[in-house]
């Protein structure tokens, strides 16, 4: 059974800061990675979906990537700003399956 | 473009109550999802339904019923509400296929539900 943990729950910076999100999943034949973001009280918004085929993703300041081996993503988020506070999740889609296994979350705080 | 939209964002019922969550998309996606949402448990799939006229279980079906209406909604049902179906359900969409652009789940803002 495919389980996805992020690494930590909770992380508060001060703006400006470059910062990495940490995911890992147990079962490496996945068909590809997305990471959200959800602010609280809502619903979750795509950030950036890799492929298995694919190392990394960029979009902005964010830069996911992707190391199916050893069953390791990270998201990278350059100069934080006050309005990157929100909880990121990862979710890992299986080859031939319709679902997504989500983490439970690393909540970030970017203080002012 | 509204994305995927839920109804109701707020309900709070009587043990045994039933209602039923509407969910509707109007990206002209094949797959629509209904997850839960609790604290420390993270988001798990419910039901899904790859294509008009199908639907599956997924990994905590038990004490729902879902309805694939057509191919724009989605619906949940819940025939006798239980405490511990409080939770926050979240409805999204998708269209599987080859490329970035899909395989992308869409999501709804959420019903935020309270069963006493």
């Known amino acids: 059974k495919q389980e996805v943990t992020q690494i930590p729950a909770a992380l508060s910076v001060p703006e400006g800061e470059n910062l990495v999100l940490n995911c890992s999943f147990t079962?490496?034949?996945?068909?590809?990675l997305q990471w959200f973001r959800q602010d609280p009280g809502k619903g979750l918004t795509s950030l950036l979906l890799?492929?298995?085929?694919?190392r990394e993703q960029t979009s902005g300041r964010l830069n996911a990537s992707l190391d199916k081996s050893s069953g390791r993503s990270t998201l990278y988020i350059a100069a934080s700003q006050p309005g990157d506070s929100a909880t990121y999740l990862c979710a890992v889609k299986q080859g031939g399956s319709e679902k997504l296994v989500f983490g439970k979350g690393t909540k970030l705080t970017v203080n002012p | 473009n509204a994305g995927v939209t839920q109804t109701p964002k707020f309900q709070v019922l009587k043990t045994g109550q039933s209602m039923t969550l509407q969910c509707a998309q109007d990206?002209?996606?094949?797959?629509m999802y209904w997850y839960r949402q609790d604290p420390g448990m993270g988001l798990r799939l419910i039901y899904y339904s790859a294509s008009e006229g199908t639907t599956d279980k997924g990994e905590v079906p038990n004490g729902y019923n879902v309805s694939r209406l057509n191919k724009r909604e989605f619906s949940l049902r819940l025939e006798s509400a239980a405490p511990s179906q409080t939770s926050v359900y979240f409805c999204?969409?998708?269209?599987?296929?080859?490329?970035?652009?899909?395989?992308?789940?869409?999501f709804g803002a959420g019903t935020r539900l309270s069963v006493l």
């Open positions: 999204a969409s998708s269209n599987p296929g080859q490329g970035s652009a899909k395989n992308i789940q869409y």
């Open positions: 079962d490496s034949a996945i068909y590809n």
């Open positions: 990206m002209n996606h094949n797959s």
């Open positions: 890799i492929q298995s085929s694919q």
